[in-house]
């Protein structure tokens, strides 16, 4: 959920992504040592591009961008799903806290 979160609140920019109006520095160790992209560099910038429903240019980040997050938003009603599933069943909270007196 909270990579869903943050997707909404970076903005998305050409070489990198902003919190507020700050860079946020790129964390790819790969590109960093050895100056090469790796097959992940570009996922940051296109959840950030899908959080503001952009697509298209989600697409031209990374092309697997898209489908890798709406397989992160359709995680969310699936767990909040189990997980009241799993209350109703035991009565206990969701990270098996005390039953209910």
Known sequence: MAVVVLSVVLEPAAEAVRLFGWEVPPLCVFKATLGIECW???????????????????????????????VVVAQIPLRAWRLWQEHRRTGLGPVGGYPPS
Not at 47 to 53: E, L, P, R, V
Request: net charge positive; proline share 6%.
């Open 40 to 70: 992940g560099c570009g996922l940051t910038r296109a959840f950030t591009h899908m959080g503001h429903a952009d697509p298209a240019a989600a697409f031209a980040r990374h092309r697997m961008g898209p489908v890798l997050y709406l």
